[in-house]
C-alpha cells in the first residue's frame, strides 16, 4: 500500500474561471495598444536617471514607461551592493528604506485632476480592487530589473485611469532618498484619443 492516497483526476473539460482584474486597475490584457512617440528624461543627478521611454494608449486608459537608471560613481562591491539596497528601497520595498523618501508619482491633468501613484501598496493604495474609484486613479505596475557592478536599471509602469481627453498632461515625481525634490515634466498635447482607437485586441472575442 502507498504511503500517499491516490491523486483524483482532473476534469480536463472543466474550464478555470479566472478573475479578470478591474479595467481602472491595470491595462487590459490581450490587447496591443496604441503608442506615442513620447520619450523623456524626467530628472538625472550623479547617481540615478528617471526617464519615460514610452507612453501607451487603450480606450480605458493610458500606460506611461518608466525605467531607472542607477550607476556605480566608483564604488567597491560592498559598498554598490548597499547603494543597490537604496536604489530598490527607495523604489518600492519600503522595509529597506525611509518610506518618507522613496520614489512617488503623480499626474496633473488638463482639467486641473490629479492622481497619485502610492508605489508598492496593492492597487494604488485605492483598497478594494472590486469597488470602482472615482477617476482619475493611478496605479503602478513593477516589471522588474537588471544590472551588473557598474549599472542597475530597472522598469515600471504606471496606469492612469480611465482615459483623459487629449491635452496636456503633467508627471510629476519625487525621490527624496537619492535627491530629487518634486519635479514636473509637461507632455504638450497628447493625442490619447486618436492613439486609444489604434489599439486592438489580439484575439476576437
Known amino acids: 500500500m502507498s504511503f500517499f492516497p491516490d491523486?483524483?483526476?482532473?476534469?480536463d473539460d472543466e474550464l478555470a474561471e479566472a478573475w479578470v482584474p478591474p479595467a481602472w486597475t491595470r491595462p487590459p490584457e490581450g490587447w496591443l495598444p496604441g503608442r506615442l512617440a513620447e520619450a523623456a528624461l524626467l530628472a538625472r543627478t550623479d547617481e540615478v536617471a528617471v526617464a519615460v521611454t514610452g507612453v501607451t494608449a487603450h480606450?480605458?486608459?493610458?500606460?506611461?514607461?518608466?525605467q531607472w537608471t542607477l550607476r556605480n560613481p566608483g564604488q567597491g562591491r560592498r559598498a554598490w551592493a548597499a547603494l543597490v539596497d537604496r536604489f530598490e528601497g527607495g523604489r518600492f520595498r519600503p522595509g529597506l528604506a525611509d518610506e518618507t523618501a522613496g520614489l512617488r508619482f503623480g499626474v496633473q491633468l488638463a482639467d486641473g485632476s490629479t492622481a497619485i501613484a502610492d508605489m508598492g501598496h496593492g492597487f494604488g493604495g485605492h483598497g478594494d480592487p472590486e469597488e470602482v474609484p472615482i477617476g482619475p486613479v493611478l496605479t503602478f505596475a513593477p516589471q522588474g530589473?537588471?544590472?551588473?557592478?557598474?549599472?542597475?536599471t530597472t522598469t515600471g509602469t504606471l496606469w492612469l485611469w480611465p482615459l483623459p481627453a487629449d491635452g496636456p498632461l503633467e508627471l510629476v515625481l519625487a525621490w527624496p532618498e537619492f535627491g530629487i525634490p518634486e519635479t514636473r515634466h509637461r507632455f504638450e498635447h497628447l493625442e490619447l484619443d486618436a492613439a486609444a482607437r489604434r489599439a486592438q485586441p489580439l484575439w476576437e472575442a
Open 145 to 152: 530589473g537588471q544590472g551588473d557592478d557598474r549599472l542597475m
Open 59 to 66: 480606450p480605458s486608459g493610458v500606460g506611461i514607461e518608466l
Open 7 to 11: 491523486v483524483p483526476p482532473v476534469d
